[in-house]
């Protein structure tokens, strides 16, 4: 599933090519993703122009004039492609065609169609739907100690589960988290209110670490995700312990284990992690 860094290499690709675009025309598939897509879509993007791309969590944002947002989330198999030519369009699993006034055409794909298209006539975006229940983000200023430690405090949940949880911080997925959680030498099962002052301070900076790097390798590509022009991503290679199951740990040699936490596979280090 593209997660806050893959989210964030399409936006920058996007923020190059279609600010300042008018759409002329969309199309959709009529096939529903993870809900059907509603019949106002259309008629709210046509027409708007591009003005802003950026990224809420692991949603892409699209702000258009009259002010209006298109909200894009990827699932678990979505992917933008951008085409300056019109005749390069055209891929399978196309669920979604936005042609812009010159030409340009902008294909949302999804084989899994899990994803989610959404476009919300609003003034201010903390009234989208969509985005106004989204927590912390994880690279912002305000992501420190002084906010984390009483949100780890207050809760025994487990700290993969906490930071998992899209309502407390917006972007984390499943390869982050663990990675993070290795770096940070904790583990995955552990209590959030036995993390001490000095594990929490280290767990920002891995978070911050392993998702500054991945955005700088253009995300983590296993099979699906790629950026709009097409290209996977790189960071991959990077991987500590996500899907590394067997293999021995590249800073204690302890071999890599897997468990199962709620419906989610955690990767990490019996020797580093505790």
């Known amino acids: ?12 690709r ?19 993703l993870r809900r059907p897509v509603e019949g106002s879509f259309i008629d709210i993007l046509r027409g708007r122009k591009i003005i802003r791309v950026h990224r809420r969590g692991k949603y892409l944002v699209i702000e258009l004039e009259p002010r209006a947002f298109w909200v894009t989330h990827l699932g678990m198999s979505g992917r933008i492609f951008f085409y300056a030519d019109a005749c390069a369009a055209g891929g399978h699993h196309t669920h979604a065609t936005v042609t812009f006034s010159d030409g340009a055409v902008l294909e949302y794909r999804d084989p899994r169609r899990f994803g989610l298209l959404a476009a919300r006539e609003s003034r201010s975006i903390g009234e989208v739907p969509e985005l106004a229940r ?12 002084r906010w984390l430690e009483p949100v780890l405090r ?35 099962a552990r209590r ?19 998702l500054r790097r991945a955005i700088q390798c ?10 709009s022009d097409g290209s996977p991503g ?28 709620g419906n989610r596979s955690s990767y990490y280090c019996p020797g580093c992690q505790n």
């Open 234 to 261: 790189g960071n991959q290679r990077y991987l500590r312990v996500f899907r590394r199951e067997g293999l021995r740990c590249r800073r204690c040699r302890s071999v890599i284990a897997r468990v199962r936490q």
């Open 154 to 188: 207050s809760t025994r949940r487990d700290v993969k589960s906490l930071l998992l949880d899209q309502s407390k911080i917006a972007g984390l997925g499943n390869i982050y988290v663990c990675e993070a959680l290795f770096h940070a030498r904790i583990h995955p």
């Open 192 to 210: 959030c209110d036995r993390i001490s002052r000095r594990e929490m301070k280290s767990l920002i900076r891995a978070i911050s670490r392993v």
């Open 134 to 145: 989204l927590g912390k983000d994880p690279l912002s200023r305000s992501f420190n100690l």
């Open 14 to 32: 996007l923020r190059r090519a279609i600010p300042g675009r008018t759409i002329a025309r969309v199309s959709l598939s009529g096939m529903p």
């Open 1 to 12: 599933m593209p997660e806050l860094p893959e989210v964030e290499t399409i936006a920058r």
């Open 218 to 227: 253009r995300g983590t590509t296993f099979s699906d995700f790629a950026a």
